[in-house]
């Protein structure tokens, strides 16, 4: 999913308001708490990575750039991971969202492009995630996304997301969401 080392071809109009509809709709679910539904988006063999970002020179880049899939990760999960972690949503003893986090996630800045095989989509977006507990905690993460999506049915699935932040140091105390 290296964008530098590949032609890309953008998809039809039709496609990208598809898929467009699509990436809305994953995030409506989240937004309403509806995390097995999510969940339900992901392919079998999901890849969902968030790489630690790293104050690099210039001259001293690591093999992404900012970021090695060697390093360290907020995230680094399969379906078993993300399964656990929505499970956990749902028990009394997540003491950590009780009272719950109100989420709104946005997306902008969406173009999809054919992926390497005619059922693959590869998606670049950028996003902001605003949180909120009790009465005057607020915390808002920005990126960007590359999502792999492949084709099922009328619809999609999610393969892999790699989520970039800019920041080399969280925010917020936790990352108790899904971006």
Request: hydrophobic content about 35%.
């Amino acid at each position: 999913m290296n964008s530098k080392e590949q032609q890309l071809t953008p998809v039809s109009m039709e496609m990208h308001h598809k898929v467009s509809g699509f990436l809305n709709m994953e995030y409506r679910l989240l937004d309403e708490e509806r995390f097995t539904e999510w969940l339900a988006l992901m392919a079998d063999d999901i890849h969902y990575w968030m790489p630690g970002i790293e104050n690099r020179r210039r001259e001293n880049l690591l093999s992404e750039g900012f970021y090695d899939p060697d390093h360290m990760a907020f995230f680094d999960d399969n379906m078993t991971d993300l399964s656990r972690r929505v499970a956990r949503f749902a028990q009394p003893s997540a003491w950590a969202e009780n009272p719950a986090t109100r989420n709104v996630h946005t997306l902008s800045n969406i173009e999809v492009f054919e992926g390497e095989s005619e059922s693959e989509l590869l998606v670049y977006s950028v996003f902001q995630s605003v949180r909120s507990r009790g009465h005057d905690e607020e915390y808002v993460i920005f990126g960007r996304r590359r999502d792999l999506l492949v084709k099922s049915g009328d619809s999609f699935k999610i393969r892999k997301r790699l989520i970039l932040m800019p920041n080399a140091t969280l925010s917020c105390k936790n990352i108790n969401t899904f971006l």
